[in-house]
């Protein structure tokens, strides 16, 4: 199962939608483009810390996967990575869902819904425009 997803974290970074390393992640919790945070089990006390407080202060749900900090580095493609962000909701409650974090995943799931909503509102308006229907208030 850790080769499956460190595979998949591979995946992630080649669609582009990871922010690796801790102040990468930070920033994209900060910028509210963070989805998920993730730290390897072998992070650094301080590091774990700011990334638990950096999650908590922006509501980005956070985990620590059962992987080292080499491991996740080398499905990188670097030395070695302590943290990152997931900032596609699809990809954050995959992940959730290969680690078995059913309560993160469940969170993540009515995110992608309510995302899902959004998207189509927003199309189904730009279709109502596009055939005509979209008349200026107030003129003649």
């Known amino acids: 199962m850790e080769n499956n997803l460190l595979a998949f974290i591979g ?7 990871l922010a690796i390393g801790g102040e990468n992640a930070y920033d994209a919790a900060r910028t509210h483009k963070a989805r ?15 990334a638990q407080a950096v999650a908590k202060q922006y509501q980005v749900p ?12 080398g499905a990188l493609g670097m030395r070695e990575c302590a ?17 078995q974090m059913e309560e993160t ?5 009515e995110r992608l819904a309510r995302e899902k909503k959004r998207k189509q509102k927003k199309i189904d308006r730009a279709q109502g425009k596009g055939a005509g229907s979209h008349r200026r208030k107030g003129g003649i």
């Open 11 to 17: 995946l992630m970074k080649k669609a582009g939608s």
């Open 36 to 50: 998920l945070m993730v730290l390897a089990q072998n992070a650094g006390e301080n590091t774990m810390s700011q």
């Open 62 to 73: 956070h985990i620590t996967l059962p992987c080292s900090k080499e491991e996740l580095g």
């Open 83 to 99: 943290a990152f962000a997931v900032t596609d909701t699809g990809f954050a409650l995959s992940l959730c869902r290969k680690c």
């Open 105 to 109: 995943a469940q969170a993540l799931s």
